[in-house]
């Protein structure tokens, strides 16, 4: 198990070493840190591990933004900001040091480990335990715990589809070009959006969207649609949250090509690479999963703390109409303003209910879920923040992905809808199905007229409109928002037509 701390101590990441399960970043403020609050942060990751997830995607990029050392970060907070900075660093130097001997020294054969985080606390109470022994506790539960997953399926099916990536190369080599670009042009560079326009990221008079995704093409696509089909580009702002790992590039690409008069915003993630190796590993695993940014979704109230209602929509969809008239729509209180998937003329899309998520087989399902229930979609959604802020589902959707892992992955095979789905039980609304056709991705017999009256056509599924799988009758209502003209897009080769 790796720890590392930002320079600025902002951030800690915590990955395993064996490569397949991997993350973590938490934000932990530069001032009144104390070995509590840390040990803490580091047990909550530690058991948060397995679920991998992003608990704050804040912003820091350091090494992005050239500002990797203390002394930038002082130069740019200021000197007040210092001498806290140092203390800091020293309980970093204290902290490391006694994971060090933790980690080399033995673990003794009768130090009694909690069974779980509650219990760790209520034994950290009851027995006073100091630093060493609560690293050493922890050491011994994550050894355990990293052993069980070892056995468990989980790693198996990680090990065995190590490595398939279904990114065409076009769309790798746009990512490197714009990476390039951003230390090269200082356009590429220039802040987004600008200075100015910054109050307009939190004003709720907006339309906002958010988009998570490391596909920049794809990104642009979305993008480039809604602001196109618009009536109202000028009210539009995109909040386009990406890994640190595409940051750079994405950030030049929206900088090089603004979509003016809609305001862009891009946030970089740290998700780290295994992650990435995680996330294609998933996806050979399971087609519908397109990528761990997936998961970022379950932070959006946290992740946007000013804002009160937001569309989020996939990477995969093309927009085809004004979607201002969403935010008119009364979700009725409700959290999820969602198409329904279980009624609707194309029967190989539209019947899903939850039985075709679930095991019901398994005990804990049966007794809690109905099979008979209608399931919706994720790719075009209303979130009313506000009512999404009075709830738990954050929670619900870790509870039972920790449920899941505990029982093997029997529950539900992978993916970020069937958790989304008890977690957001009694909080969606359903909206006309006219807002959001799905299906473009897995069947060859999508209705091209009901394509063209769509007002937001969904390519979920394997085939992708970038790859060359896609359906070719279908791919040119996506093609059609792709600049061909465009210098990189030219230089890559990308779906040339
Ligand atoms: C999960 O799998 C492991 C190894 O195959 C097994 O020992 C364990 O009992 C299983 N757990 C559950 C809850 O089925
Ligand atoms: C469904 O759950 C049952 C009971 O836990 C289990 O035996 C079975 O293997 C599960 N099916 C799948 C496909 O995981
Ligand atoms: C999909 O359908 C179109 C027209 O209906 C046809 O030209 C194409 O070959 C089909 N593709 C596949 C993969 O079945
Ligand atoms: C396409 O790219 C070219 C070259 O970068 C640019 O001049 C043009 O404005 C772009 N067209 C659109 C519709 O964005």
């Known amino acids: 198990m790796h720890l590392r701390f930002s320079p600025s101590m902002r951030s800690i990441t915590i990955s395993s070493n064996n490569g397949f399960i991997d993350l973590m970043k938490i934000k932990v ?68 040091k006694i994971l060090k001997e933790v980690n080399t020294g033995e673990i003794p054969a009768d130090l009694k480990l909690s069974d779980s985080f509650d219990q760790l606390v209520s034994d950290m109470k009851n027995n006073n335990y100091d630093a060493k022994t609560f690293a050493l506790v922890l050491r011994g539960m ?40 951003y230390s090269s042009n200082a356009h590429a560079r220039r802040q987004l959006p600008p200075p100015e326009l910054l109050p307009l990221l939190s004003d709720n008079s907006y339309h906002h969207f958010i988009l998570s995704t490391d596909n920049i093409l794809a990104a642009s696509v979305v ?114 303003g969602a198409v329904e998937t279980c009624r609707g003329e194309d029967v190989w899309v539209m019947s899903k209910h939850f039985r075709n998520y679930f095991n019901f087989s398994h005990p804990v399902i049966a007794k809690q ?26 929670e619900t959707y870790h509870q039972w992905l920790k449920e899941n892992l505990q029982s093997n992955l029997t529950m539900w095979k992978l993916g970020t809808l069937p958790p989304a789905l008890i977690a957001f039980k009694g909080h969606v609304q359903p909206i006309d199905p006219s807002w959001h056709m799905l299906g473009l991705g897995y069947q060859n017999n999508t209705d091209v007229e009901n394509v063209k009256r769509a007002a937001v056509i969904h390519y979920n599924g394997q085939s992708k409109p970038w790859m060359n799988i896609g359906f070719e009758h279908l791919r040119p209502f996506w093609t059609m928002h792709v600049n061909y003209s465009n210098e990189f897009i030219r230089n890559c080769h990308i779906l040339e037509p």
């Open 369 to 394: 879920l109905d099979p008979e229930e209608c399931a919706w979609a994720y790719g075009m959604n209303i979130f009313d923040l506000r009512a999404w802020r009075t709830t738990n589902i954050r």
């Open 142 to 181: 994550m050894d355990k715990f990293e052993k069980e997953i070892k056995e468990s399926k989980f790693a198996e099916l990680m090990n065995k589809h190590f490595a398939a990536s279904s990114i065409p190369k076009g769309i790798h080599c746009l990512s490197l070009r714009l990476t390039d670009e």
């Open 29 to 96: 403020a530069a001032c009144h840190i104390s070995y509590r609050t840390l040990f803490h942060t580091i047990l909550i990751l530690a058991f948060l591990l397995p679920f991998v997830f992003i608990l704050t995607a804040l912003v820091t990029l350091e090494g992005v933004n050239k500002c990797s050392s203390l002394d930038c970060l002082g130069r740019r907070l200021g000197p007040k900001l210092l001498g806290r900075v140092d203390d800091s660093t020293r309980l970093v130097r204290d902290f490391y």
């Open 223 to 336: 993008v480039t649609s809604t602001v196109q089909s618009s009536r109202n580009p000028e009210k539009i702002v995109f909040h386009i949250i990406t890994d640190r790992k595409t940051y750079a590039g994405m950030h030049s690409w929206f900088a090089l090509n603004p979509v003016f008069p809609a305001i862009v915003e891009v946030k970089g993630a740290n998700l780290d690479i295994n992650i990435r190796k995680f996330a294609s590993i998933l996806q050979a695993r399971s087609p519908k999963y397109i990528s761990l940014l997936n998961h970022i979704r379950i932070y959006i109230p946290e992740l946007f703390p000013n804002l009160e209602k937001v569309v989020f929509l996939d990477d995969d969809v093309v927009v085809q109409h004004d979607l201002s008239p969403l935010w008119d729509i009364d979700l009725k209180g409700k959290v999820n």
